[in-house]
Structure formats: structure tokens, C-alpha cells
């Protein structure tokens, strides 16, 4: 079956950096699209990345350009997300998806699997 778990959450002063790693098995990692996701206390859950299946189209929350980077490498099977700048509003659970078949890659519908969730924590 397949599963994603998200790893390198965590707690961080506002303007520190964190790299959140998803490890993808059950699924032929090169042929999914993968994005990650937020939700923070009492909000809705939010698009934050995402990048195409060969890693050479990304896409952003414009509340993240310039701060974060995600990126893959297929021979791992591991989707990155590098967060720079860290600010207390990016306080939330970050959430690994994938699909094979994510026509509208910013939209979480287009995800059918999702990972558990890190917990990120800024304080100010």
C-alpha cells in the first residue's frame, strides 16, 4: 500500500530554517507528482509546494516564495521541503501528497495520498 511519512518537523525560533523530508513507498515515486500542504490551529488546510514528476516544474504559495524550496530525488524516493526564514505565522502540520495524475497540482483534491503530517512549531 502506498505511504508517505514526513520527517524533520520541529521547533524553531522565527527566522531559522527547518527541512522537512517525505519518504514515499508502495508507489513508483518518478511517475507522481508530489506537494506538500499545511494546516494550521483552526484553519483550513492550505497549499504550500509542489513539483512535477521529473522535479523540473515547481510551484508556489505566493505567502512562501523566496523562503522555501522543495525539491526531489527519484533514486531516493524522498520529496524536500527546505524552509528558510521561518516566521510564527508557518506555525502549522505540514502534510506530504502525492498523485500520478495532479492536473492542477495547487489544488489538494488532485492529491488521492497523503502522509500523517509533521508538526512545525515558530516562535517569535
Known amino acids: 500500500q502506498v505511504q508517505l511519512v514526513e520527517s524533520g518537523g520541529g521547533s524553531v525560533q522565527a527566522g531559522g530554517s527547518l527541512r522537512l523530508s517525505c519518504l514515499a513507498s508502495?508507489?513508483?515515486?518518478?511517475?507522481?507528482?508530489m506537494g506538500w500542504f499545511r494546516q494550521a490551529p483552526g484553519k483550513e488546510r492550505e497549499f504550500v509546494a509542489a513539483?512535477?514528476?521529473?522535479?523540473?516544474?515547481?510551484y508556489y504559495a505566493d505567502f512562501v516564495k523566496g523562503r522555501f524550496t522543495i525539491s526531489r530525488d527519484n533514486s531516493k524516493n524522498t520529496v524536500y521541503l527546505q524552509m528558510n526564514s521561518l516566521k510564527p505565522e508557518d506555525t502549522a502540520v505540514y502534510y506530504c501528497?502525492?498523485?500520478?495524475?495532479?492536473?492542477?497540482?495547487?489544488?489538494?483534491?488532485?492529491?488521492?495520498?497523503w502522509g500523517q503530517g509533521s508538526q512545525v512549531t515558530v516562535s517569535s
Open positions: 501528497a502525492a498523485d500520478s495524475a495532479a492536473a492542477r497540482p495547487t489544488q489538494q483534491r488532485e492529491f488521492h495520498h
Open positions: 508502495g508507489i513508483t515515486f518518478r511517475l507522481y507528482t
Open positions: 513539483i512535477s514528476r521529473k522535479g523540473d516544474y515547481t
